[in-house]
Nanobody, 114 residues
Framework: VQLVESGGGLVQAGESLGLSCAVSENIFNFNYVGWYRRTPGNQRELVATINVGGVTNYADSIEDRFTIIRDGHARTVYLQMNNLKSEDTAVYYC?????????WGQGTQVTVSS
């Protein structure tokens, strides 16, 4: 399984940015797909996931600013991030889980300047 992120970059606080994750398999083969992030000095933390039934889960810190979208036809998972804050600066990882197996992308850097 391969997960390839794209769309990271440098933005200013208050701006928007979209991330994409291309999945090498049918995304409905996974129980969950989604996004995690690692901030400097911290462990990887949940950003958002969507399960095979379409139920989404977001970290409390996201405060309705982010939206996770999946496109089964395109085998792509998106993360639309609005009103970005400096504390959103992190490496963002695409994630997929099937039964007890977890898969990760290589990560894409998002930097928000204040």
């Amino acid at each position: 399984v391969q997960l390839v992120e794209s769309g990271g970059g440098l933005v200013q606080a208050g701006e928007s940015l979209g991330l994409s994750c291309a999945v090498s398999e049918n995304i409905f083969n996974f129980n969950y797909v989604g996004w995690y992030r690692r901030t400097p000095g911290n462990q990887r933390e949940l950003v958002a996931t969507i399960n095979v039934g379409g139920v989404t889960n977001y970290a409390d810190s996201i405060e309705d600013r982010f939206t996770i979208i999946r496109d089964g036809h395109a085998r792509t998972v998106y993360l639309q991030m609005n009103n970005l804050k400096s504390e959103d600066t992190a490496v963002y990882y695409c994630y997929a889980r099937r039964a007890r197996s977890e898969f990760w992308g290589q990560g894409t850097q998002v930097t928000v300047s204040s």
